[in-house]
């Protein structure tokens, strides 16, 4: 996150409770490096499904939507311009938008 949108996201509300649950990170962290994905365990579902990025967000993001893309036969992939990976804190507006066109499609 560069550092102007650092000094945006800690002026929202929620900014003191994403501090509270800090002492996750590490347990996420070290389950993403021993989960492996396995495409092939993914392609049944059928189920209409939305990948959301934002636009701006780092490449190895982007990469992952790339593989979860390949293993949803159902699924697509709406960037949200000019956002960086925490969209739904920081234009919650477009996110909810997004979201409503594709439940409404």
Sequence with gaps: ??????VNYRKLSMW???VMIAPTIARELGFSKTYKFQPHNFK????PTMLLHGELSPPI???EIDL?????????????????HVAMDMNPGLFLQ???DFLLQ
Aim: no cysteine; hydrophobic share 35%; proline share 6%.
């Design 1 to 6: 996150m560069p550092e102007e949108e650092l």
């Design 16 to 18: 003191k409770k994403r």
């Design 44 to 47: 049944d579902i059928k189920i």
């Design 61 to 63: 993001y982007l990469q």
């Design 68 to 84: 979860i893309k390949e293993a949803l036969p159902q699924s697509s992939v709406v960037s949200l311009d000019g956002q960086y």
């Design 98 to 100: 997004k979201v409503k």
